[in-house]
């Protein structure tokens, strides 16, 4: 489980990066949103964020979840059989749900900026571990470079 706490850019900047990451080891991502808007927004971000370059998605009222790449939605269900799950504007699962278990990957994005966020995250955090999984903590230095801190 990965905490990434962004400071020096938004998750709309590094978002698409990570799923990029994602698509390049043939694995698939959920995008767990905190709301519709939210999901209609990096839709409209993932056509769009690069000239040249592509991500396969949609969002989850698109028809056709289960073959989709990159799902965007509310739902924490599963539908596209991720490895990969995205929570993005504060979404938290249950952490000791057995629905995890068959992730590679739960990744927590969060906005440095806004408190309600970090006191969200810290609680996840503590859920998280508390519910047995390994997680790391990571924060981009001066230079933009994600580091571990924990």
Not at 50 to 63: K, T
Not at 78 to 94: C, E, I, K
Request: hydrophobic share 45%; glycine share 6%.
């Amino acid at each position: 489980m990965l905490f990434y706490h962004l400071e020096r850019r938004t998750m709309e900047e590094v978002l698409p990066e990570l799923l990029e990451r994602t698509l390049a080891k043939d694995w698939r991502a959920l995008v767990c949103c905190d709301s519709a808007d939210r999901v209609e927004a990096l839709d409209s971000l993932l056509w769009t964020y690069r000239d040249d370059s592509f991500l396969p998605h949609a969002g989850a009222g698109d028809g056709a979840a289960r073959d989709q790449p990159i799902l965007i939605s509310t739902d924490m269900e599963l539908a596209n059989q991720p490895h990969v799950l995205f929570l993005v504007g504060g979404q938290m699962p249950v952490w000791d749900s057995p629905q995890l278990a068959g992730l590679s990957r739960i990744v927590v994005l969060f906005d440095g900026a806004d408190s309600t966020m970090i006191t969200a995250a810290r609680a996840a955090w503590k859920a998280a571990t508390a519910a047995g999984h390994a997680v790391t903590y990571w924060r981009q230095n001066a230079t933009g470079k994600w580091q571990k801190q924990a």
